[in-house]
């Protein structure tokens, strides 16, 4: 069964180091999506992108933040200046065609800012 | 509450027993969707039901959705130790436009299945 892949599992870095963090969504699916899931929370929308273009943001996703699909398979996540409270569990999720949209994560990167 | 709110928060039964878990939302939904996540692994998705259904079955699964409560019900039948987990619902908003729209989660409910 085609699932969502993430590396790397697990992100060491230190604060103000930019990292990016790699997603392959389901090979048919159209949209795709970042989360992310601080210590003991709520999972939290980041943003979604369709058509090549982000197509909603919430208001985690400030200019720090910017997602790319470099190659028409990886989806990416980049965070420039690392704060410490960018650590979290980030979940890349990507979903198919249609209104109701079923949408299928990945296992996480797991990123702690030093 | 915020949309999205699981209640119990927590929930412990024995093998073979039911579960069951309640979600409740503030804003028109679309459709609503029910995630489990092992500790610190991803989330894996379980059931989605749309605005206009009312009850929903996979397998051991049965989710229930009533708009005018602005609430749904996880069910899960003959529990088995391998569901322990938390389990959350999911909800994007009725207005903003279908595929794109990010989902709002709840707290979840940690569900411990004792052998």
């Known amino acids: 069964e085609p699932e969502v892949t993430q590396t790397p599992s697990h992100q060491v870095t230190q604060m103000g180091q930019e990292v990016i963090l790699r997603c392959v969504p389901i090979?048919?699916?159209?949209?795709f999506y970042w989360y992310r899931q601080i210590l003991g929370q709520k999972v939290e929308f980041l943003v979604s992108?369709?058509?090549?273009?982000?197509?909603?943001k919430s208001e985690i996703f400030d200019d720090q933040f910017s997602v790319e699909r470099p190659d028409g398979s990886n989806f990416t996540l980049k965070i420039r200046s690392t704060k410490l409270e960018d650590s979290a569990m980030y979940f890349c999720a990507s979903g198919g065609t249609g209104l109701y949209n079923e949408q299928f994560f990945g296992p996480g990167t797991r990123l702690t800012v030093l | 509450s915020q949309q999205g709110e699981e209640d119990p928060q927590a929930l412990s039964i024995q093998e073979g027993e039911n579960a069951t878990m309640n979600c409740s939302y503030k804003?028109?939904?679309?459709?609503l969707q029910w995630y489990r996540q092992n500790s610190g692994r991803g989330l894996v998705h379980l059931i989605l039901i749309r605005s206009n259904e009312r009850e929903k079955h996979s397998g051991r699964l049965r989710v229930t959705l009533d708009t005018s409560k602005k609430s749904s019900s996880l069910l899960i039948t003959a529990s088995r130790a391998a569901d322990t987990a938390s389990y959350f619902c999911?909800?994007?908003?009725?207005?903003?436009?279908?595929?794109?729209?990010?989902?709002?989660f709840g707290k979840g409910t940690h569900l411990i299945i004792q052998p």
């Open positions: 804003t028109s939904i679309n459709n």
């Open positions: 992108f369709y058509n090549n273009e982000i197509s909603e």
């Open positions: 090979s048919n699916h159209l949209y």
């Open positions: 999911a909800s994007n908003s009725f207005y903003s436009g279908g595929g794109a729209d990010g989902l709002t």
